[in-house]
């Protein structure tokens, strides 16, 4: 995944109610009627908040005769799991050389600290 990519994916997820049509969705399939149901916005908003989630990769449409249900797309999150993975590491590998230098500084004593 490229990082336009991704920049799509979290801000697809950066809004509320576009995560709360992903929850709906994680349960299955859903129509553009069934995504509106828990929200108090109109129907081309709900569309818009879709293509949205299309454009990051998140949903898929299919269609069925004349119903278009949304899916979620399946590995669609795999990326950002990655990218985060890889953030945690090094987020924990900086933790732990600040852990280590904390304990060689108190085990140094001060006069030698403000020698160097």
């Known amino acids: ?57 998140l949903v898929v449409t299919s269609r069925d005769g004349q119903m278009r249900p949304r899916t979620l797309a399946p590995d669609a999150l795999d990326p950002v799991r990655d990218w985060t993975e890889k953030m945690r590491h090094t987020w924990e590998a900086r933790h732990d050389a600040l852990a280590t230098y904390l304990i060689e ?9 403000t020698a160097s």
């Open 1 to 57: 995944m490229t990082s336009d990519q991704l920049s799509r994916t979290f801000a697809a997820l950066a809004d509320p109610t576009r995560r709360a049509m992903l929850q709906r969705l994680s349960r299955g399939p859903a129509t553009v009627n069934q995504l509106r149901e828990p929200f108090r916005i109109s129907g081309p908003a709900v569309s818009k908040h879709l293509r949205v989630l299309e454009d990051a990769g």
């Open 105 to 113: 500084i108190q085990d140094t004593p001060v006069n030698e600290r």
